[in-house]
């Protein structure tokens, strides 16, 4: 389907006023006399598929006519991995498909959420995103399955069984990197130890089984932090809830794939900065397997006299900022030298000064090459992980419809952020409907994975492998300037992708050929 992109951003100038971009579920469809309609076939190999060339056609029939269309496939007799081989985490959240698909009235005049995050549906969500490797557990929805209980001793405990089935959907289809705040800024887990809340009956009184609130059980810290005299961070609660999450995580297996986020860009203002330095060192006491996390963070930073050097496990800057040689060596010394991860996301797209090129992202109005190139610099820059800012964000135009003519009953309204953090549609029935630029992501995340299966076959290449296999290998392990110069410097020549693809397929079959027999 088309998404319509209207003159409403200054800054962003559209390429044409319709774009393609939604993957509807394959269905009958009617197309009007002289009307394009654009048809996209996803193809999938099964794996342990020999080498060789595959041959088929398709048949396009209507009005009594047919039109046959020749297709052939070469595969290379090796599988990539199920899952991707890159950590990653793209911000699954619902806040705006709630607000999407509004609202019913039932026969008693009360109304319910249409959308509603149950296991079965994120199921369904992750057989999709499975289809185009990037995985994610999802956000807001999962801060409510966390049960708060206040206990007659007055102290804390806390109930994760309902937590548990998308904890355990998720690790099925390969994800990743659980955003355990399950948000940012402190909002998410973060929202239920603040004193601004503390009217807001969340909490179990395990006595009675009756909600109750922060205000009713610590009446004087809610008081004291109102007043300024204590930290968000001193709540009594808040501390035995990092405890015994981390000993959630650490029982389901995941706890080393769990992120700690509080603020997200911290940067932006010294306050932040700081609260955040202080934030991460009680997390560290209560919880020290959590990963303390920061997009937008960096090794170079120093705000209010504060590095946040020694209170981070993995840094994350902007993918343009990896321009500035001395920022990458910094994360990479920290990557070698202390274990801390070393990411990069993209949130929008910086034009250089000096060439007046882009950084790759994912708007509308730029080359499908950019989202697949984004993988290809992860390979670049050997980081541990990227985000790609994000997966379901509903722009405000199109919630700005009535709710009976949104998609799609009328095409999808672009919207000023021009495709920005909206990879996936809402579609009918509470589908998750993928895109194409979705799919040109998947493109790199598969070309990454060639990258690793070299890589891998390279390790145990057999004694009798020719000369100079080794040294080929590890040069068209590097990949040339011609395709990635710097962030902004990149190639939008397809054909130099798919030659460097053919390239590390034929390395990988020579590899396998000549391979140890463990």
């Not at 009956?201 to 109102?226: M, Q």
């Not at 995580?249 to 995941?254: P, R, V, Y």
Request: proline share 7%.
């Amino acid at each position: 389907d088309y998404v319509h992109q209207m003159e409403d951003n200054p800054y962003v100038a559209r390429t044409h006023e319709r774009e393609p971009d939604i993957l509807r579920l394959a269905a009958p469809i009617d197309v009007a006399a002289g009307q394009l309609q654009p048809i996209w076939l996803n193809v999938s190999i099964p794996a342990g598929t020999p080498a060789g060339d595959y041959s088929g056609e398709i048949n396009v029939r209507a009005a009594g006519q047919t039109v046959t269309i020749p297709i052939t496939m070469t595969c290379y007799g090796f599988d990539i991995p199920k899952h991707p081989s890159i950590v990653q985490n793209h911000w699954l959240s619902f806040r705006y498909w709630r607000e999407f698909y509004g609202t019913r009235v039932d026969e008693r005049g009360l109304r319910h959420q249409r959308h509603k995050l149950t296991p079965e549906l994120f199921a369904q969500y992750c057989e999709t995103l499975a289809e185009y490797r990037v995985q994610c557990w999802p956000m807001d929805p999962l801060t409510t399955r966390i049960t708060v209980y206040h206990d007659p001793d007055q102290g804390w405990s806390f109930d994760f069984s309902d937590l548990t089935p998308y904890i355990e959907i998720g690790k099925q289809h390969g994800c990743n990197a659980l955003w355990a705040n399950f948000s940012c800024n402190l909002g998410g887990m973060m929202t239920r130890f603040a004193s601004k809340h503390a009217n807001q009956p969340w909490i179990t009184d395990r006595r009675s089984g009756k909600r109750t609130c922060l205000a009713d059980c610590i009446p004087e810290w809610v008081e004291r932090h109102r007043a300024g005299e204590v930290t968000l961070e001193s709540n009594p609660a808040f501390r035995v809830f990092l405890q015994a999450y981390q000993a959630y995580l650490k029982e389901h297996g995941i706890l080393a794939m769990a992120y700690w986020e509080t603020f997200d860009e911290p940067y932006s203002a010294t306050s932040r900065w700081l609260h955040m330095v202080d934030h991460h060192q009680v997390v560290d006491q209560h919880a020290p397997g959590l990963c303390r996390f920061a997009y937008g963070a960096n090794p170079l930073q120093v705000y209010g006299g504060t590095s946040a050097v020694g209170v981070m496990d993995a840094w994350a800057p902007h993918l343009f900022e990896c321009a500035a040689p001395a920022l990458v060596e910094a994360c990479r010394q920290r990557q070698r030298e202390h274990g801390e991860q070393f990411w990069f996301y993209t949130c929008t797209e910086r034009q250089s000064p000096n060439t007046g090129n882009f950084s790759p992202h994912t708007f509308y109005n730029r080359t499908y090459l950019a989202p697949r190139i984004i993988p290809w610099m992860a390979w670049d820059f050997q980081v541990d992980g990227f985000l790609v800012y994000s997966l379901s964000h509903v722009s405000e135009k199109e919630r700005e419809k009535p709710q009976e003519k949104r998609y799609p009953s009328s095409e999808w309204a672009a919207g000023r952020m021009r495709g920005n953090g909206t990879l996936v549609y809402p579609g009918p029935e509470l589908a998750l409907l993928p895109s194409m630029r979705l799919a040109a992501l998947r493109d790199g995340m598969e070309d990454y994975e060639y990258f690793v299966v070299l890589r891998r076959a390279l390790e145990h290449l057999g004694d009798g492998a020719p000369v100079g296999l080794a040294k080929r290998v590890r040069a068209e392990l590097i990949i040339e300037p011609a395709i990635i110069k710097s962030p902004h410097d990149w190639t939008h020549d397809r054909a130099l992708l798919e030659a460097k693809r053919e390239r590390l397929a034929k390395l990988i079959q020579e590899c396998l050929r000549h391979g140890s027999k463990r």
